[in-house]
Structures are given as C-alpha cells and as structure tokens.
C-alpha cells in the first residue's frame, strides 16, 4: 500500500477544515457529495486522493475557491458569481442532471438569497399536481443534497426513466414507499435503480394579495 504523500494529507486536511466549517458530520458531508463515508474518512486523512469531479462539486456544492483546495493558498470561499447579490445565495436550477452534485454552468438560472437554511442547498422550481396541495406548481423547492432522508421527509429521487421526481418518504414496517401528496397518483417501492437526490428544507410561494 502506497503512504499518502504530504500534498495528499495537506489536501485532506483541507476538506476536513471544510466539512467542521459547514458544521456537518462525515456522514451528512459525504451523503451532499454523493460518497461513503468510509470514503472521505480517507480522504480526509490522505489515504484517498478526490478526483476532478468530486473536487468540482467540492467547489461548487460548498461554494469553495479551488486554488485553496488544491494548494492552501488564498480564501476559503470563492467570490461570488456576478449574477450573485452580494449577501450569498443558493442556485436556482433548471434541471438536475444524472451527474448531480456537479453543476453545469448553463443549469443555473439565478442566484436566490433565502434566510435561515443549511448549507448545501439547491432550489428548482417543481412543476405539476403530483405533490398538491402541500407544493404547487409553480413554487420554488428548496433541497439540501444527500441521501440522509427519514419517514415523511419529501424527498427528490429518480424514477424508472431516471426523471428526478418529488415525493413523500413513507416507511411501513420494513418496507420504503415513495408517495405524491396527491391521491390521483399511486405511490411505489424504490427498485435498486432508484437514486436520492436530497430533501425537502424549505418552499417559496409567490401569493398574489
């Protein structure tokens, strides 16, 4: 087994100085990130190396400078993008892509500046009747990334055509049930194909008075 060089320790020990600012535990951190805990506990300790993409989504989930990822050297937080108001923000998404928690550029709409949320956070705007009457169409959907979801969270996750969908998180016994709010639509089991995107934190609705 290859010793972890002191570039690697240095570049671990950085992403654990990330995760104790974001106030997360290795769990909830490397669910936002897509990986095993087990994973970024090496990480962290130098023994793993992130790729590309994971420094990437890094950078973008966390809204990290890569330059100090990578060398140490400048700010942790990277300077707002100019579409970005100057009190932060969290991206509006267009669509989700199977690469998640990558984001592309071209997907990100706005920039939105909501109080009191946790860090990692997504907003999309949901469309349809599926989870009436608690979000309507129209209303923005605030996320937090990961797979850490309990009964009767509203969660995003893919269905069977690999659409990202909203629906109720039902736990029955030993069996997991995916449920709309709305009773036209007939809730499912998640197959082995089915993939957690995150959790419902928060919805915005536009009210007209």
């Not at 993008?81 to 990100?108: M, W």
Request: glycine share 8%.
């Amino acid at each position: 087994m290859v010793s972890p060089t002191e570039y690697d320790k240095e570049v671990g020990a950085r992403i654990k100085q990330l995760r104790l600012s974001a106030g997360a535990t290795q769990k909830a951190f490397a669910d936002s990130l897509g990986i095993v805990q087990g994973f970024l506990s090496a990480l962290e300790t130098g023994k793993k190396v992130p790729s590309d993409t994971l420094v990437l989504a890094l950078c973008q989930l966390y809204r990290i400078d890569r330059n100090w990822l990578c060398t140490g050297r400048g700010k942790m937080q990277a300077a707002a993008p100019a579409a970005e108001s100057a009190t932060g923000g969290i991206p509006l998404l267009s669509k989700i892509s199977s690469d998640f928690p990558v984001i592309h550029p071209a997907e990100i709409e706005s920039y939105l500046s909501l109080p009191d949320l946790p860090a990692g956070c997504y907003a999309i705007r949901f469309e349809g009747d599926f989870m009436a009457p608690t979000i309507m169409d129209g209303d923005l959907v605030v996320f937090q990334a990961g797979e850490d979801v309990g009964n009767k969270d509203i969660v995003l996750v893919t269905n069977r055509w690999g659409e990202v969908i909203l629906r109720r998180y039902r736990v029955r016994g030993d069996e997991i049930y995916l449920a709309a709010e709305n009773s036209s639509y007939s809730p499912f089991r998640p197959d082995p194909q089915t993939r957690t995107i995150g959790k419902v934190v928060a919805i915005w609705r536009r009210v007209k008075i």
